[in-house]
């Protein structure tokens, strides 16, 4: 079977990752399908570890390596400390790209209270575009790990801001001139791109207030494949299935617009930005009040049950299966 561009199917993921060997007493959280980081035993206190990329072309490369990151750590429950990057730069950039880049990543760590550790630079030959790999380190203490496994049957799904955020942002940067023959009106296409920072990547403050508030049984940070994946993930993670109401979902004007001039479905479009967490149903209301009182918008969407790995939707009074998506629409959009 050929794998298109994308995160690997989640079945395919889980077969591959059951098959490694774990031995290492201290790993407390190893890969696994859903979580959003490892997680070490350090005595007193516990290690979180997280690699991730950024491979789309984007002149904001460096800033945009540490908001996914540290949103991976955030939803762990951990601090984000160090930081460590690799750049894979292609033939022919200048030196002033380059500047650029390390002035970003320099600027976003900083404002993260991350301290740059090291890594790798380089100029590769063969490459179209640059490409960031970035792992992050931070800490924790053992009584405040949160895993997407810990959600519990019963449990109501809170969904922060809405979806669709960086999707949407991407698509109005690097495809401008596509959506204006579309029909999309340029006030439109100039919202979407500032989605990046207004409501913003970063979830960091929407976890931490979470946990601060009440008993956080998981969290997770839907990214490619949208909040469609982002569920799936959780659902296979906690082997329970989740049934959600499409009309709590909070879609964006500028993400309904966006999505269709192009054709596609802002449920499988990548999310960062977006919180997931599962609570339980008596302090949902709790944590509500607590973010709307912080300018966080947050619906609870749906409920975790015990139909084992099962997704669905209500709309209009009916409930189907949640459609899947064999790839983010991102990377259907762009590949074809």
Not at 215 to 240: F, I, Q
């Amino acid at each position: 079977m050929e794998i298109k561009s994308g995160k690997l199917p989640a079945s395919l993921l889980k077969q591959l990752l059951d098959e490694i060997s774990q031995e290492d007493p201290r790993v407390l959280l190893g890969p696994k399908v859903g979580e959003d980081a490892a997680l070490i035993d350090f005595g007193d206190r516990v290690l979180a570890a997280k690699t991730d990329p950024i491979t789309f072309a984007t002149d904001l490369i460096g800033w945009y390596l540490v908001q996914v990151n540290v949103n991976d750590l955030a939803v762990m429950g951990a601090t984000p400390k160090w930081m460590m990057v690799t750049l894979l730069l292609p033939e022919g950039i200048e030196e002033r790209q380059i500047k650029h880049v390390f002035n970003t990543l320099a600027e976003a760590t900083e404002k993260q209270g991350i301290t740059l550790i090291g890594g790798h630079t380089e100029i590769t030959a063969g490459l179209s575009k640059s490409i960031a790999v970035g792992t992050l380190l931070g800490e924790l203490d053992k009584k405040d790990i949160i895993m997407t496994s810990g959600m519990k049957e019963g449990d109501s799904i809170i969904l922060t801001k809405g979806i669709a955020i960086e999707g949407t942002a991407i698509l109005c940067r690097e495809s401008e001139k596509e959506l204006s023959a579309a029909g999309v009106p340029k006030k439109i296409i100039e919202s979407g791109k500032n989605m990046l920072f207004k409501p913003g990547l970063s979830v960091r403050k929407d976890a931490e207030l979470a946990r601060k508030t009440v008993r956080v049984h998981a969290m997770h940070d839907p990214t490619e494949g949208g909040l469609v994946n982002g569920l799936l993930e959780m659902s296979l993670a906690s082997g329970l299935g989740i049934k959600i109401k499409f009309s709590e979902i909070n879609i964006f004007a500028e993400s309904k617009i966006v999505c269709d001039a192009l054709g596609l479905n802002p449920l499988g479009l990548i999310a960062s930005g977006a919180l997931l967490a599962a609570v339980s149903p008596s302090d949902a209301s709790k944590l509500m009040d607590v973010f709307h009182n912080n300018n966080i918008d947050a619906k609870v969407i749906g409920t975790a049950t015990k139909l084992k790995q099962k997704l669905y939707i209500e709309n209009d009074g009916k409930i189907d299966k949640i459609p899947m998506f064999e790839r983010d629409e991102l990377a259907r959009y762009y590949s074809g």
